[in-house]
Antibody, heavy 120, light 107 residues
Framework: QVQLQESGPGLVKPSETLSLSCTVS??????????WSWIRQAPGKGLEWIGY???????YYNPSLNSRVTISEDTSKNQFSLRLSSVSAADTAVYFC????????????WGQGILVTVSS | DIQMTQSPSTLSASVGDRVTITCRAS??????LAWYQQKPGKAPKLLIY???NLEGGVPSRFSGSGSGTEFTLTISSLQPDDFATYYC?????????FGQGTKVEIK
């Protein structure tokens, strides 16, 4: 079973870039079997899909975040990453990484989540 | 983009009650719909995938149904551990979306 662990700064200043990594164990980010995904949840709010990468380079983003978000993979570290630019307080959230099995309609694993606060 | 409208947003129920949560999609989903349960401070847990398939280890009191644009999660007999927030998620398009969530509270 794939296991995931998010890492990165818990505090980011407004207008700067949020950068998070997700370390994968029990699987390989090279694998075309998974959609390597990011999801977030603002305090007291619902879940918001951010985007995913799969098959070593096919990437899809939430249209509402498309202009600010970049998802990439680092096969040497078996990680995938999220960068969100020009952040504001509205980007304060728990960020989850997830591995969705391709074609399995939601099956997969989630990380425990990491709280990122945007504040000066 | 496919929009998901989940209802109700809050549901008050008692242990033993039958509970139904609905998700309506703005487009036909071709069965690419899942249901999650989330408890405070935890990552969501998959309950149902591809509309009606029970994830391993999930109690059989949970079931999913529906087709096209309307889908339902049913808890046949609500248990104390089931008080949580539930989300649907569609995977039909390259751009995925979640429903707004339904909080199941103790009546």
């Amino acid at each position: 079973q794939v296991q995931l662990q998010e890492s990165g700064p818990g505090l980011v200043k407004p207008s700067e870039t949020l950068s998070l990594s997700c370390t994968v164990s029990g699987g390989s980010v090279r694998s075309g079997d998974y959609h390597w995904s990011w999801i977030r949840q603002a305090p007291g709010k619902g879940l918001e899909w951010i985007g995913y990468i799969y098959s070593s380079g096919r990437i899809y983003y939430n249209p509402s975040l498309n202009s600010r978000v970049t998802i990439s993979e680092d096969t040497s570290k078996n990680q995938f990453s999220l960068r969100l630019s020009s952040v504001s307080a509205a980007d304060t959230a728990v960020y989850f990484c997830g591995s969705y099995i391709v074609g399995a309609g939601g099956r997969g694993s989630w990380g425990q989540g990491i709280l990122v606060t945007v504040s000066s | 983009d496919i929009q998901m409208t989940q209802s109700p947003s809050t549901l008050s129920a008692s242990v033993g009650d039958r509970v139904t949560i609905t998700c309506r999609a703005s487009q036909t989903l071709n069965n690419w719909l899942a249901w999650y349960q989330q408890k405070p401070g935890k990552a969501p847990k998959l309950l149902i995938y591809k509309v009606s398939n029970l994830e391993g280890g999930v109690p059989s009191r949970f079931s999913g149904s529906g087709s096209g644009t309307e889908f339902t999660l049913t808890i046949s007999s609500l248990q104390p551990d089931d008080f949580a927030t539930y989300y649907c998620q569609q995977y039909n398009s390259f751009s995925w979306t979640f429903g707004q969530g339904t909080k199941v509270e103790i009546k």
